[in-house]
């Protein structure tokens, strides 16, 4: 953990020494078991909720603990560290639904669902994926119609994060695909709508405690004061949402690898070998040494695009550089972490066997590795352009 003055405040410190007991003593022990059954954890989410994780970013005035990414972040990483399917669930919840509504919903809208979703009574979830929409969005298929006092929306949600267990769902649709990113509108949908159904999608490779589920909505309705902002603006609300969600995807990353290093480290100081732990081998601690140099790379990259994100300045590129590092660097760690507990970490039961599975996805949700060297060089491009 980071212990530097210059880069925590002290309320920050208590922060993360609070949420990395919390990984220590509750989500660790039970990640290993929550992977192999693949059932949701609700007693952690419970745990988030009680500890005031889940109301990080939400204003008090909606029974929110204020704060922002900079805090989002610390706890996210700390969360991971423990149990990153944790975290992938804490992170569509909170950096994901809950931050939509609470940045561009309406008074009403913030009114009614930020308390229940800020203090854990209800779980929410992103749905913008499709099966032929993922990194383009503007091709989202899933059809909204005006009828009325009512929106009607038809289609399919894919891979969504708490599709089968959220009661709140923050979902984009367009009302005219010829318009491209302006028909597209976001909506708020509620569990019990007729119409919607939620379909849980089993056997992923990692992450097998956060639930995913495909979402269908046949002729399900939804009253018009349900849309977040005005019609056509749901594609901005989703990219400035993403954009700022990479935030939390960078120091999930950052924790997944810093439990690799962990892990990797107490090993190779037990393990014996030609005489000697191997930690005394050059070629062990070159591996130790190059994950530490990234877990705090990655870390100062997450940090500096939090607190652009918290000062309101702009930071598209910097979340993006600090997404596409940390991911990277997170598989990296995980396997030399595999490496370096040789047969022993190929085996299920070790948990760096589930750090590299878990790690795998972080280079493909919210904005693949490709995407995001899109946006990083086209904004090398464009600072040249204009000297």
């Not at 795998?360 to 995407?371: A, N």
């Amino acid at each position: 953990m980071p212990q530097d003055p210059l880069l925590l405040t002290e309320q920050e410190r208590i922060l993360q020494r609070a949420v990395h007991d919390f990984a220590d003593n509750v989500l660790a022990p039970r990640a290993g078991e929550l992977d192999e059954r693949e059932e949701f954890p609700w007693e952690n989410f419970r745990g988030l909720a009680d500890m005031g994780l889940l109301g990080i970013g939400v204003p008090e005035a909606y029974g929110g603990a204020g704060g922002g990414f900079r805090e989002s972040s610390i706890a996210t990483e700390e969360i991971a560290r423990g149990c990153a399917a944790t975290s992938v669930i804490y992170g569509a919840h909170l950096s994901l639904a809950t931050q939509t509504i609470a940045r561009f919903g309406s008074d009403a809208l913030k009114a009614r669902f930020l308390p229940a979703l800020a203090q854990g009574r209800r779980v929410a979830a992103f749905a913008l994926t499709e099966p032929e929409a993922g990194s383009d969005v503007a091709s989202l298929a899933t059809a909204v119609t005006r009828k009325g006092d009512d929106y009607v929306l038809n289609g399919s949600k894919l891979f969504i994060t708490n599709g089968d267990v959220a009661s709140v769902y923050v979902v984009f649709a367009t009302h005219d695909r010829a318009l491209r990113t302006k028909g597209i509108d976001c909506l708020v949908l509620e569990k019990g709508t007729p119409g919607l159904a939620a379909n849980r999608q089993s056997g992923k490779l990692g992450m097998r405690a956060s639930s995913t589920a495909e979402v269908v909505f046949q002729d399900a309705a939804v009253p018009v004061e349900n849309r977040i902002g005005e019609e056509g603006t749901g594609f901005y609300a989703a990219m400035q949402i993403l954009e700022s969600s990479r935030i939390t995807i960078a120091a999930q990353c950052a924790g997944i690898a810093q439990a690799c290093l962990e892990a990797a480290a107490r090993y190779a100081g037990r393990r014996h070998a030609f005489g000697q732990p191997i930690a005394g081998f050059q070629a062990i601690q070159w591996m130790l040494a190059d994950t530490a140099v990234e877990v705090d790379a990655a870390r100062l990259l997450t940090r500096r695009a939090a607190v652009l994100k918290d000062m309101g300045l702009p930071h598209g590129t910097e979340s993006a550089m600090a997404k596409l590092f940390a991911s990277e660097a997170a598989n990296r760690a995980a396997d030399r972490a595999v490496q370096v507990h040789g047969g022993y970490g190929y085996f299920r039961g070790a948990p760096v066997e589930r750090y590299f599975r878990d790690a795998r996805v972080t280079e493909i949700y919210e904005g693949t590795s490709e995407v995001q060297r899109l946006i990083i060089s086209r904004a090398v491009l464009q600072a040249l352009a204009s000297q």
